[in-house]
């Protein structure tokens, strides 16, 4: 009777010992919650609710740990944001109300797509057009108004230029300085530019030239302070705003390089783009306006013969615009030093809005 006693009271302390140790013990923490909308058939629009109040509409959202990773139904891109930061019951309960029940089968289905603000999405249109790809990951940027696209090693970058000529204002980007041609005269020199070569050198037969265009100082940059270029406003007539005009043309004009110099000659301006005879060291090109109407695409008709050139501007079927753009092409030389090069998409800032 007593050996069982104490077996019975040796059990009893065991289990009370183990109840103790089960009490004790931390208990592991829980993992987030499964809150996948990837799974959940064809990607649609919900929200994501967060803690603050504010939201985010996104065509769909998965959690990788503690961090949420969702495609913006206003961007189109993929962003991120931290777990913790959504308020997760908020989250599921908008998906609720907004989720219709079937009558007949008793069950919820996907509700219509929220609207989005018409304006919201013009204005995200209008930003994008300010620097429009030009090359896979490769984005125009918003603080130069003349660039090349060039090709160095396979690799495309885009090489600011900058207006070339003696009496230039340089804080300006784009001068006009006229000069009349006579179509009657003999060829002679229009221009000199100092040195033998220009510091840009072209990799490519045929580089694109991207003008910027237009004012663009109405369009919202999603918040990023910014500064209005006046392009030179009230110095004398002869400044215009922009890196170009959409209503002038556009030849390159190669140079004859001499001693420390490359000399620009003259040419009949009224046969450019006829078609009828083509000028010796005058190419035409090919303008075309990008969507959005802030940018100006212009490329030479033909390859380039190895040497250097200039882009300039007819302003009127008798006057050029004796601020020129010079470059050269050589795909020997080496990398253009102030070249962009293509990155990764930058996620957009997040904006807040009021909850509704």
């Known amino acids: 009777m007593t050996r069982r006693l104490a077996i019975w009271g040796l059990g009893a302390v065991l289990a009370a010992g183990w109840a103790v140790a089960g ?67 908020a989250t599921r309960k908008w998906e ?10 008793g069950a919820q289905t996907q509700a219509p797509a929220p ?39 396979g690799t495309p970058e885009l090489v600011p ?47 694109a030239i991207y003008l910027r265009v237009g004012d663009d100082s109405g369009v919202s940059r999603g918040g990023t302070p910014f500064t209005v270029d006046t392009h030179g406003a009230g110095a004398g007539g002869k400044t215009d705003s922009g890196g170009g005009s959409p209503s002038s043309g556009y030849v390159m004009v190669r140079a004859d390089v001499r001693t420390d110099a490359r000399v620009l000659a003259s040419f009949n301006i009224g046969l450019v783009g006829s078609g009828v005879k083509q000028q010796e060291d005058v190419v035409d090109t090919t303008v075309e306006m990008l969507p959005g109407g802030h940018w100006m695409k212009v490329t030479p008709k033909q390859p380039l013969d190895f040497g250097e050139y200039a882009l300039m501007e007819i302003v009127s079927d008798r006057e050029v615009n004796t601020g020129v753009w010079d470059f050269g092409v050589h795909p020997v030389k080496p990398e253009n030093r102030d070249a962009i090069k293509p990155g990764p998409n930058r996620p957009a800032t997040l904006e807040r809005r009021s909850p509704q």
């Open 23 to 89: 009490v004790a013990q931390p208990r592991p923490a829980a993992p987030l919650p499964d809150v996948s909308q990837a799974s959940q058939g064809a990607p649609h629009r919900t929200r994501l609710i967060l803690k603050d109040g504010s939201y985010q509409i996104v065509m769909s959202y998965t959690v990788k740990g503690n961090i949420v990773s969702y495609i913006s139904a206003e961007r189109g891109e993929t962003e991120e944001l931290p777990a913790d930061l959504v308020d997760w019951d």
């Open 96 to 105: 609720r109300d907004h989720t219709p029940v079937d009558e007949v089968n």
């Open 115 to 153: 609207a989005i603000d018409p304006d919201l999405l013009k204005e995200e249109a209008d930003r994008r057009a300010l620097t429009p790809e030009v090359a896979p990951g490769l984005k125009l940027p918003e603080l130069d108004s003349v660039l090349a696209l060039d090709y160095f090693q």
């Open 161 to 207: 230029l900058v207006q070339s000529e003696g009496d230039l204002n340089h804080t300006t980007s784009h001068n006009i300085l006229k000069l009349a041609l006579n179509p009657r005269a003999a060829p002679h020199t229009i221009l000199q530019l100092k040195g033998e070569e220009s510091p840009v050198q072209m990799h490519v037969a045929q580089p």
